[in-house]
């Protein structure tokens, strides 16, 4: 049950596209098409984003999307906006009714 | 409005107890898995328990299986967590959300509650 690893910080420019990863194992995102990602801003709670891999949830911009290779799954963010500004969280199943989260991503809007 | 509220939060010594609350509201909680996710203070998240609709399913991360019992009372529209044992470490802000198997992830969250464990 060690957490998913992803990169400490991503930043952009307003209008430009990053991608944040979140790299696991085959007992985890490499077995489960059942990734889910969420947006924290400070003081509050976490808001779902995308859910099995690559679905939004209703009035979830379509400007993020997500995807998986592998051990590997990825959120990208396009047309990057201010209030993008934020913490996000990958989430994996990872078998026998558990999850594990990863280690969070501080995205930057320079 | 839709929304999960939880409570019971507080200062507590370590080795002492402590019983969470989460009241569920408009929407029809005994059809869900519910979960616990918790937050120490500038920390990522880390899912500590859930739950199936009837109860008789429970499961638990490694850091807190045999301290910490995951609860609900349909009747009530509430789940719970009884935290015994408390360590430092435990010392987070412990969410209520929805979401667990089946439905595999978690779509609403409530606001948290903090639980401090310190002497």
């Known amino acids: 049950q060690s957490a998913l690893t992803q990169p400490a910080s991503v930043s952009g420019s307003p209008g430009q596209s990053i991608t944040i990863s979140c790299t696991g194992t085959?007992?985890?995102?490499?077995?489960?098409?059942?990734v889910s990602w969420y947006q924290q801003r400070p003081g509050k709670a976490p808001k779902l984003m995308i859910y099995?891999?690559?679905k939004r949830p209703s009035g979830v911009s379509n400007r993020f999307s997500g995807s998986k290779s592998g051990n590997t799954a990825s959120l990208t963010i396009s047309g990057l906006q201010a209030e993008d500004e934020a913490d996000y969280y990958c989430?994996?199943?990872?078998?026998?009714?558990?999850?594990?989260f990863g280690t969070g991503t501080k995205v930057t809007v320079l | 409005e839709v929304q999960l509220v939880e409570s019971g939060g507080g200062l507590v010594q370590p080795g002492g107890s402590l019983r969470l609350s989460c009241a569920a509201s408009e929407f029809t909680f005994s059809s869900y898995w519910m979960s616990w996710v918790r937050q120490a203070p500038g920390k990522g998240l880390e899912w500590v328990a859930n739950i199936n609709q009837d109860g008789s399913e429970k499961y638990y991360v490694d850091s807190v299986k045999g301290r910490f019992t995951i609860s609900r009372d349909n009747a009530k529209n509430s789940l719970y967590l009884q935290m015994n044992s408390l360590r430092a470490e435990d010392t987070a802000v412990y969410y209520c959300?929805?979401?667990?198997?089946?439905?595999?992830?978690?779509?609403?969250w409530g606001r948290g509650t903090l639980v401090t464990v310190s002497s």
């Open positions: 959300a929805r979401g667990g198997v089946g439905v595999w992830y978690f779509d609403l």
């Open positions: 989430c994996s199943y990872a078998g026998s009714s558990t999850y594990v």
């Open positions: 099995e891999g690559s």
């Open positions: 085959s007992s985890d995102v490499g077995s489960y098409n059942l």
